[in-house]
């Protein structure tokens, strides 16, 4: 069983920054590939990012390519999402992911775990 905390989220001006992270505990974290995902009011949830066991490989969607990173602390057990250049489309419930397998990082099907979200707001 994983539990996964996010923080970081908030109101910023659009062209700002924000960096999300996700706190795990409960298993090996490195075991695992990690996640974002967002879900905008009144739309499905749409993955953002992911990140393997190491650190050595990502992958993102292309509305945030260019702008969001991905990275991963396997000692402190936290991923984060660095968000550059916010647009208004990037307002949504963010929320951190976990998964054991690593066929299908986009899949929300894959996760394994997820937690509870963190909410990001950009104003125009």
């Known amino acids: 069983q994983v539990q996964l905390v996010e923080s970081g989220g908030g109101l910023v001006q659009a062209g700002g920054s924000l960096r999300l992270s996700c706190a795990a505990s409960?298993?090996?974290?490195?075991?695992?590939?990690m996640d974002w995902f967002r879900q905008a009011p009144g739309k499905d949830r749409e993955f953002v990012a992911a990140?393997?066991?190491?650190?050595?490989?990502?992958d993102f969607a292309d509305s945030v390519k260019g702008r969001f990173t991905i990275s991963r602390d396997n000692a402190k057990n936290t991923v984060y999402l660095q968000m550059n250049n916010l647009k208004s489309e990037d307002t949504a419930v963010y929320l951190c992911?976990?998964?054991?397998?690593?066929?299908?990082?986009?899949?929300?099907?894959?996760?394994?775990?997820w937690g509870k979200g963190t909410v990001v707001t950009v104003s125009s």
């Open positions: 992911a976990a998964a054991l397998g690593g066929s299908s990082w986009r899949s929300i099907g894959a996760m394994d775990y």
């Open positions: 990140i393997d066991w190491s650190g050595d490989n990502t």
């Open positions: 409960g298993d090996t974290f490195s075991r695992y590939v």
